[in-house]
């Protein structure tokens, strides 16, 4: 069973950076594109970034472009989320994505982790 | 990177079937066939319901359909039942190789 299963969040003060971990495990971590989403409290879900199989090729969100910065370490099974000059409007539960194999699709996701941007 | 435009909204009884629509543009649903839809109840995360516009995951009800035409998609549930009252959101890719989600539409079983 695909198992993602993110950490990393927590409550920081506006302006400050933090980092998102999501460990992969149960499928090939190395041959899948990977996201991350995030959906804010009570509201939608919104797609953040995708990083391809072998880190070549990295997209992100306006929103985010130039503050954040996805990455992953193959050797680990791990996916990574740098977030700096983070914004209250960052406030949300990031989700880990994995794309279906050689196909642009989400077919799994983690359970979430909580980044709270608060003073 | 505008989001896909969904009904905030869609009720029915159990049994009836319901559509949900989802608007893009050519840019993103009326180009590719690469639209998925996903189910999330409250506190859970998605769950992958149907991929490539009208495909459907192993251990998914065939109640669940999904079409596409032009630059809109849509899923359809028929026989509806209790256990799918939920959000549920479209999503595809896009020309500048991102994603993109629609804002969401709550299914209420009356």
């Known amino acids: 069973q695909v198992q993602l299963v993110e950490s990393g969040g927590s409550t920081v003060q506006p302006g400050r950076s933090l980092r998102l971990s999501c460990a992969a495990s149960?499928?090939?971590?190395?041959?899948?594109?990977m996201h991350w989403v995030r959906q804010a409290p009570g509201k939608g879900l919104e797609w953040v970034a995708v990083?391809?199989?072998?880190?070549?090729?990295?997209y992100y969100a306006d929103s985010v472009k130039g503050r954040f910065t996805i990455s992953r370490d193959n050797s680990k099974n791990t996916l990574y989320l740098q977030m700096n000059s983070l914004r209250a409007e960052d406030t949300a539960i990031y989700y880990c994505?994995?794309?279906?194999?050689?196909?642009?699709?989400?077919?799994?996701w983690g359970q979430g982790t909580l980044v709270t941007v608060s003073s | 990177q505008s989001a896909l435009t969904q009904p905030a909204s869609v009720s029915g009884s159990p049994g009836q079937s319901i559509t949900i629509s989802c608007t893009g543009t050519?840019?993103?649903?009326?180009?590719?066939?690469?639209v998925s839809w996903y189910q999330q109840h409250p506190g859970k995360a998605p769950k992958l319901m149907i991929y490539?516009?009208?495909n459907r995951p192993s251990g998914v009800p065939d109640r669940f359909s999904g079409s596409k035409s032009g630059n809109t998609a849509s899923l359809t549930i028929s026989g509806l039942q209790a256990a799918d009252e939920a959000d549920y959101y479209c999503?595809?890719?896009?020309?500048?190789?991102?994603?993109?989600f629609g804002g969401g539409t709550k299914v209420t079983v009356l």
């Open positions: 490539e516009v009208s």
């Open positions: 990083i391809s199989y072998d880190g070549s090729d990295k």
């Open positions: 999503s595809s890719y896009t020309s500048s190789s991102t994603r993109v």
């Open positions: 050519s840019s993103d649903v009326g180009g590719y066939s690469y």
């Open positions: 149960a499928f090939t971590f190395s041959r899948h594109g």
């Open positions: 994505a994995k794309d279906r194999l050689a196909v642009p699709i989400i077919d799994y």
